[in-house]
Each structure stands twice: as C-alpha cells, then as structure tokens.
C-alpha cells in the first residue's frame, strides 16, 4: 500500500506554515510518514490544528513518558477552553464524558478509585470464560455465512459491547443502540451530529440507571447505585456519564483492535505461523499489536498548565499538547527495529495504553478479549485469509480512533 505524499516541515515559522495535523496514515498499520520527518528534527514540532491554533506533537517515548506523568503540569481538564482538539465534533465531548478523561487531580483519583476494582488483573481474570463463550458463539455463528464475510460486522463489534454489558450489568438487547451513539460520538462528520448521539446515550443511560434501582446484582452499576449513588456521592447523571465513559472507551478501541489486529496477522503471515505453532505466544501477540497499531494515538492530549522547557522547547502556558503513542510506539531508540511487527520482541515500556494517572482502565480487560478472540478465530478458522487485496480494504480517514470500517475476509 502507497504511503502518504512525504514533505519536509520546519518546526517554526508563521503558524500556517506547519504542518497540519491530524496526518493521514498511508497503510492501515504504519503511523503517517510525516512523524519520521517531524522526529528527525527533534522530539517536539509544532503543528496546525483543525481550527487555527497550533499545538506541540511529542514524538519521542521519553518525552511523552514524562509528560504523560506529569498531569499538573499537562493537564487532561477538557473545560479548559485551551484544551487542543481536532475535530469539530469533539468541542462537546465534555458534556458527555468528562467525569473520568476530562479531569484532574483529586475529582479524579476519586472517580477512578469508584470503577478501579472492577478492572483489576484478578476480576478481568474471573470474566474470561465468559468472554470466551461469546466469542465462540460469535465465531459458530460467522461460520454459518457464506464467505466473503465482514469480520468487524460479525466479531469486532459485537464482542466487546456484549462484554461491556455483562461487566455493567445492562441488557444487551439495546447493544445497536448503544454501540451506534458510541460510534456516532467518535466518528460523527461533524458537531451537530456528535451532539446529538452523545445525548441520546447519555438520556438512554439515565433511564437504565432509574431502572436498573429495582434490579440490583453483582455487577458495576449496582455498585455504583448502592455505594455511590444512594449514598448522594454522586447523582445519576454522573453515574450515567461514568457508563458513557466506560462505553466509548470500551468499545470502538476493541473493535478497532480486532479489526486492525486480524488485518495485520493475516498481512504478517510468518508471524502468524509462530503464533499457530505456540499458542503461549499469544500474550506478547497482543502486546505487540498494542504497540505496534497504537490505535488511540488521537486520543492522548494535554493542555500546559505553566510554561515549562522540554527538550530544549519552551512550552507556555494554555499552549496544547498531543502526546503521539504511535510515534513513541516507533521510537528506535526503545524498541529496536520499531517498523518490524515482531510477536517475540520485548514490548516493554509501550505507551498504547497511555502512562500516569489516565493509563487506560481497561487495559486487564482489553488484553483479555483480544487474548481470547485471536486465539479462538485463528484455531478455529485455520484457514482464514483477506478476501480483498489490502489496498481496497477501507480505512477510517478523520476520525477519534485509528481503525477500518469493514474487514472482508474468507476461509
Ligand atoms: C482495546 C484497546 C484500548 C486502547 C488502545 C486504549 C487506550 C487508552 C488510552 C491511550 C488511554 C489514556 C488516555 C489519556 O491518557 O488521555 C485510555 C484511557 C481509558 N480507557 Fe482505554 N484503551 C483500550 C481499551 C479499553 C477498554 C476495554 C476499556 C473499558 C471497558 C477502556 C476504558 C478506558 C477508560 C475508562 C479510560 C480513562 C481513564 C482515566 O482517564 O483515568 N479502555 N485508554
């Protein structure tokens, strides 16, 4: 597949001499070419966001290592309004998910302590059966299509929004709903449409937090009914915009992991032979794939909250701040040979997750389904293959997460 057109950039200069940003990724796998030219100048460059203003993008792992660290100094507060964004669709994504991405400090800690314990390695841990019966009743399930079949349609979405239900509590039965408005909040062409999708989440929420008050269980919104709600910690809007959080971090992540995933083991067929012969390759697999999609590379952004020097750059206050996991991700001087998908390499140190106090939450869970799904779809459908050259399978262009649209494929 052809990589984007390359140009050379300066990092300074009039503000609409720099590179605009987000850049387009050539093939699905590889980050944009542009960060190599950009990092050959150094670990920070500044570029253009969507709506004039310019913001650092940190391309080196020590760099954003430390600042991801640092959350007094790079603040994650998306009211501030010079909170950097890159699309128009996300000028509202506080409304709906700022009680746990969108903060800081101590309003943080707090929310983060209420959903943590079920989230750690031992709970993921018990929730494994259970997620391999859903992806092996999804996967009978694809095999009685007739091939050409869409892997996303099929698994990729399906499979993570059944978990995220049974790990809530909430019916599944209104999955489309939910996995469309989740879709909607990170893809939506344009503001109105984002809006929209992220309210009728949040007002579907609050009803299924109303109901779900007569139908306490051992699951994550009883939980948070008993212990925080009915305590008056929180109000049920609150609680609401937790589960938006969950879901949207939650969903379109796995699905695009799989999707991506299965996209670049079938590409990669030598590794996928190693990983046939020795299913206990399966772990460092998936860290692999972590590292090397680095999928949320949009999502990790910062705003200064003081002027600060990083690699020799002086950093003001209120400028924006893109911590590029993907980027980091390639960094030579971490990972050697950082281009090559390896499934045997040492990942140690991958930013994909993110590092410091937002480091992803369900990462335990993440590496669990992805774990189960690859490993189930390879044993099952030994055969499995791309059922269009690579070159016509659609990515996604301007949207929140990197991903495809669809994964044709056959066996
Ligand atoms: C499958 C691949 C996934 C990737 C690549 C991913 C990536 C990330 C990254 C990079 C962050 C940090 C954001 C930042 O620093 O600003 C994050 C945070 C988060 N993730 Fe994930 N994630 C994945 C799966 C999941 C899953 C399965 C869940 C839960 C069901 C989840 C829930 C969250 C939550 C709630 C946060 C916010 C944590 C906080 O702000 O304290 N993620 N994720």
Not at 166 to 182: K, M, N, P, T
Not at 224 to 237: A, D, Q, S, V, Y
Request: some cysteine; aromatic content about 6%; hydrophobic content about 40%.
């Amino acid at each position: 597949m052809s990589d984007a057109p390359t140009t050379t950039h300066r990092a300074h200069g009039a503000p609409e001499e720099r590179p605009s940003y987000p850049m387009r990724r050539g093939c699905p796998y590889h980050p944009p070419t542009e960060y190599t030219q950009l990092d050959e100048q150094g670990p920070l460059s500044q570029v253009r966001l969507y709506d004039g203003r310019t913001a650092w993008l940190v391309t080196r792992h020590h760099e954003a290592r430390e600042m991801f660290a640092d959350a007094a100094l790079f603040s994650s507060d998306h009211d501030n309004p010079a909170f950097p964004i890159l699309a128009e669709r996300e000028k509202n994504f506080p409304e709906f998910t700022q009680e746990l991405f969108g903060l800081d400090g101590e309003r943080h800690r707090s929310r983060r302590r209420m959903l943590l314990p079920r989230f750690t390695a031992k709970q993921v841990e018990r929730m494994r059966p259970m997620i391999q019966e859903v992806a092996d009743e999804l996967i009978t399930e694809l095999l009685r299509h007739e091939p050409p079949v869409d892997l996303i349609a099929v698994l990729g979405r399906p499979l993570p929004s059944r978990v995220i239900c049974r790990l809530l509590g909430i019916s599944y039965e209104e999955h489309e709903l939910f996995e469309r408005h989740a879709q909607g909040i990170m893809q939506a062409p344009d503001l109105q449409q984002a809006v929209l999708a992220g309210r009728e989440l949040l007002d579907y929420l609050v009803q299924v937090v109303e109901a779900k008050q007569d139908h306490l269980a051992d699951d994550m919104l009883s939980t948070l009914i008993t212990e925080r709600l009915h305590t008056g910690e929180l109000t049920g809007t609150e609680v609401s915009k937790l589960m938006v959080a969950l879901l949207i971090g939650g969903q379109e992540t796995t699905t695009s992991m799989i999707g991506l995933g299965a996209l670049t083991l079938l590409e990669h067929p030598d590794q996928l032979a190693l990983l046939r012969d020795d299913p206990a390759l399966l772990p460092g697999a998936v860290e692999e794939l972590m590292r090397f999609l680095s999928i949320a590379d949009l999502t990790t952004l910062r705003v200064a909250t003081d002027d600060v020097t990083v690699a020799g750059q002086t950093i003001r206050k209120g400028d924006g701040v893109i911590l590029s996991t993907a980027a980091a991700n390639r960094d030579g001087t971490v990972f050697e040979d950082p281009d090559t998908f390896d499934i045997r390499r040492s990942t140690q140190g991958h930013l994909a997750f993110g590092h410091g106090p937002h480091r992803c939450l369900g990462e335990n869970l993440a590496r669990a389904e992805l774990e189960i799904v690859f490993g189930t779809l390879f044993r099952r459908i030994p055969t499995l293959e791309l059922a269009v050259p690579l070159e016509e399978v659609s990515m996604k262009v301007g949207m929140t997460l990197e991903g495809l649209h669809t994964l044709p494929v056959t066996w």
